[in-house]
């Protein structure tokens, strides 16, 4: 197969579009389907500061590589979630990629920032680890954008994230989280980040190729406790409804922006108030990040008595 811009060797194929690319026209093409998004869907422009959030696989990377290479000013913001030779190794791949381009990375190191280690805190409360992995990353991801004055918080979901997501959010008819399913989250109160998905029309699969003819260095194991089972099943079962009838993906998820969204969000109304110990907008007196730390508190007070 030729590719159908320059009719060289065609390395990446993509069904949905019926197209195929040469690894220097592919690259193109994933950059230039970035930056419209970016516009299409008013996400930033060249004057906002845009904090990245890396976890140093292949989404985040090819996308802090993208808006580099788009000239947005960027600083990246990895988590260290205190997961054992997975998060050595996502550390690793995050500081080496900031390093090879210059570019300022902010850590923060959970174990840290009061024991919040992933595995510690699903051993001292009783939640999951991907449910407190979730509320802390959320949490962090404001704060340093908003302490740090960076008006954006971007991160790399991609299109087969985000037709996973919401095939569950449908099946359980979830209307307050459709409601606020988005690739762009306004920042409606002065301690919120606005925060945006770029790669959110891209595919796993065009990542993949992008960060692989890029050159870039990204952890390929997934995390331990990351066997979110059921998200893994809706992306199959999208695999392969995609693969019989090409376009699935992106016609649900486009088609929910266009249509669906809309309908759920007049239904639900979000009321802010203030976390009573931490300050950062909730809808409930004390935030769930600041309920997980007492509740870590807690614990480790009762281990020592
Ligand atoms: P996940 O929820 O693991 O699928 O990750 C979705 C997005 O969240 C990634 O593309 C990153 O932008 C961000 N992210 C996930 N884990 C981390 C981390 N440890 N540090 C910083 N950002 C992260
Ligand atoms: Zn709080």
């Known amino acids: 197969m030729k590719c159908v811009k320059c009719r060289d060797k065609a390395v990446v194929h993509i069904r949905r579009h019926n197209s195929a690319f040469c690894s220097v026209c592919f690259q193109q093409?994933?950059?230039n389907q970035v930056a419209r998004t970016i516009k299409e869907d008013r996400m930033f422009t060249h004057d906002d500061r845009v904090l990245v959030a890396v976890s140093g696989g292949k989404?985040?990377?090819?996308?802090?590589?993208?808006?580099?290479?788009l000239?947005?000013?960027?600083?990246?913001l990895h988590i260290h979630q205190g997961i054992f030779a997975y998060?050595?190794?996502s550390?690793?791949?995050?500081?080496?990629?900031?390093e090879g381009r210059g570019v300022k990375l902010i850590t923060i190191d959970l174990a840290a920032e009061g024991d919040l280690d992933i595995p510690g805190v699903a051993s001292s409360t009783r939640r999951t680890q991907c449910s407190a992995c979730g509320v802390i990353k959320r949490h962090y991801f404001n704060k340093v954008a908003v302490e740090g004055g960076f008006t954006i918080l971007a991160t790399g979901h991609n299109l087969d994230d985000e037709a996973a997501r919401l095939l569950g959010n449908v099946l359980r008819w979830q209307s307050a989280y459709l409601a606020a399913q988005s690739p762009v989250l306004e920042a409606t109160h002065p301690r919120l980040a606005k925060k945006v998905k770029p790669l959110y029309r891209l595919s796993e699969y065009e990542t993949a190729a992008y960060a692989f003819l890029r050159g870039i260095d990204y952890i390929v194991e997934e995390c331990p406790f990351s066997h979110d089972a059921i998200q893994l099943h809706y992306k199959e079962a999208l695999n392969q409804l995609e693969h019989?009838?090409?376009?699935?993906k992106q016609s649900f998820v486009q088609g929910f922006m266009r249509e669906g969204r809309k309908a759920f969000a007049a239904t639900t109304s979000v009321q802010l108030k203030v976390c009573s110990s931490c300050g950062y907008p909730t809808t409930g007196d004390v935030c769930g990040?600041?309920?997980?730390?007492?509740?870590?508190?807690?614990a480790k007070a009762g281990a020592r008595k």
Do not use: I, M
């Open 29 to 31: 093409y994933f950059t």
């Open 91 to 98: 550390f690793e791949k995050t500081t080496r990629f900031a």
């Open 289 to 298: 990040f600041c309920r997980l730390q007492q509740e870590v508190h807690k």
């Open 244 to 248: 019989r009838s090409p376009g699935t």
């Open 87 to 89: 998060s050595a190794a």
């Open 59 to 69: 989404d985040s990377l090819a996308l802090w590589d993208v808006l580099l290479n």
């Open 71 to 76: 000239g947005y000013d960027t600083a990246g």
